[in-house]
């Protein structure tokens, strides 16, 4: 019954199963070196609606309603839906998933979001409160560029250190029991805490976000007794190039070297060179897009045995930006291994 | 072991026992007819701050700084902070409960995210997850009419079914064992889902939020097989006057009679008559000040044996109101109890 382990983390009893899931992304994750990996890509950014928050909250459906079909389930067989986004007030969720009407625990965690409802998710039904749970997260280039920076229209310069906010929602339908098919298992949890080095340059959330990532990884090493060698990948979500430096540096620094098993799926999802996005891809849907499409195949084909997966997210809003405040981190990770 | 119950409702085995908890309110709160009950008013809405913004991050910090004080526990005795508040990326989160370096959950269900918060917490105590969490939200009424509305600068008008958002922050200390002191018991909780009746008015939240209380409500009286009169009181967080015409309404359509033992912390909160607060208090803060301050405050003293506590949330942001979305509402329900 006690599922505690150490300071932060959770070791789950039972494994939770990875019953299935869906990424959907926009034309440019498309054109990347996962593109033909993705279960859907758009035509166009917009997907069809009048606005880039309208087109986020049709991934988070799009993608919602895949999972569910190669899953096998119906929204009424859904205990919880844990959702989010990066958006103010969730409205990308708020207007996207409520047509299922599966009782919701909203969640937010910037761009880390997809490990806290992965975290939240797996733990209700560990907890034998739920039998099903969907997790599900989005980001959109467009609605976040001109939530958090400017509106497309302006057409501002970006720094080498800047990352390119992924279009695209990916969604996992979790089980207690073992689905027809079964894509991976959750077995544990370690909580991040919000980190906070002083940055305050938006335009470099990759050096933002490194504290935090270091300071999960390094709680989860404490609190599992575990080592890097242990996992087949570390897979941060959006620390990009120049956060990825960071990371190993910080890292090194704590007696741990991690620059042989180190992934971050920024860095995978586009090719800076052809695609012009600097330091990485970054946004909510930049880890669940990369887990459902890239990671779990991975564990499902035998290539990988146990992951770290661990998002990484940038605490900072608009306001907050422009009133001088800092750009506090928060990472959470998730023990991921074959089913 | 399973804690499920109906579609959208959990039993717990056991019950979490709310050790203590904290409410910090500004000035206005403080004249109102729960004035004195609060644990601390503010001379001015600043609190010593420069931003409306830094301000409600003190709230949440203060909150959970006496909270703390009064269960005596230490930020090293608890496994998770729950936090969340109404402003875009819960910046008032970010930068308010940092210090404390405790792993977090970001949530977000606009002013129902205090029974959201206290529903996960306790979930993650029942499931074996934690021994102690806290859970804190908070709203602020300056910050919150800049985020939804205008600055206080451009000296808007409000109808008379506007509500006045709560500036204040309510922390609860939740554990797994009973406490030196123990305010209430948790023993149930019901899920809400989004619903959507298509209302756009956002000077009128009450009414886009009463069809989400109402759905809440209905399935908790059929998941838990109960009725109205099963409980001493059932509190929704900040309908307000309009929005609790409509909610006796719909639930009479349905077959419940509520009126007799229907509450609701914003009309508690302020009296409309001398603090030209029109329809009610609104807010994050507005549930969990009252719950802290005056529901405890009533199971304690052995008035009330067993409420429904609902707080209820409208899902609106202003790019979404700009964009000519409705605002539909959310509600989650614990069962509180005597202990």
Redesign the interface.
């Known amino acids: 019954?006690?599922?505690?382990m150490g300071?932060?983390s959770?070791q789950l009893?039972a494994p939770v199963y990875i019953w299935d899931s869906a990424s959907i992304v926009g034309k440019k994750e498309g054109e990347g070196p996962l593109g033909l990996l993705f279960d859907m890509v758009g035509e166009d950014d917009l997907f069809g609606c009048k606005?880039w928050?309208?087109a986020e909250s049709s991934l988070q459906k799009d993608a919602v309603y895949m999972a569910m079909g190669k899953a096998g389930v119906k929204p009424e067989d859904i205990?919880?839906i844990f959702a989010?986004d990066?958006?103010?007030?969730?409205?990308a969720t708020?207007?996207g998933?409520?047509s299922y009407?599966?009782?919701?625990?909203?969640?937010?965690?910037?761009c880390s979001t997809c490990g806290?409802s992965l975290?939240?998710g797996a733990?209700?039904i560990?907890?034998?409160?739920?039998?099903k749970v969907i997790c599900v997260t989005s980001s959109h280039f467009a609605s976040a560029e001109k939530?958090f920076r400017y509106p497309l229209e302006y057409g501002n310069q970006r720094p080498l250190s800047a990352s390119w906010t992924v279009t695209g929602s990916g969604a996992f339908v979790l089980g207690r029991e073992r689905g027809k098919k079964t894509r991976a298992v959750i077995t544990g949890i370690t909580?991040?805490?919000?980190?906070?080095y002083g940055l305050k340059d938006s335009m470099n959330m990759g050096a933002c976000m490194a504290p935090a990532a270091a300071s999960t990884l390094e709680q989860h090493f404490i609190d599992y007794n575990s080592q890097p060698e242990d996992y087949d990948k570390i897979i941060t979500g959006d620390l990009g190039s120049v956060g990825q430096t960071v990371l190993i540096d910080l890292m090194r620094d704590k007696g741990y070297d991690i620059s042989q098993v180190h992934m971050d799926c920024g860095i995978e999802i586009f090719d800076p060179a052809s695609q012009d996005t600097h330091a990485g891809g970054s946004g909510c849907g930049c880890s669940a897009v990369t887990l459902s499409a890239f990671i779990l195949k991975q564990l499902e084909e035998n290539n990988w045995k146990k992951v770290l997966f661990m998002p990484t997210g940038a605490?900072?809003?608009?306001?907050?930006f422009n009133?001088g405040?800092s750009v506090?981190g928060?990472a959470h990770a998730l023990v991921l291994e074959q089913a």
């Open positions: 019954m006690d599922q505690k300071r932060a959770i009893d606005t928050e309208e205990s919880f989010g990066l958006l103010g007030q969730s409205i708020s207007f998933i409520s009407q599966i009782p919701l625990f909203g969640v937010y965690g910037a806290e975290a939240l733990m209700s560990a907890g034998g409160f739920a039998d939530e909580v991040g805490k919000i980190v906070d605490l900072l809003s608009k306001t907050s009133e405040k506090p928060i």
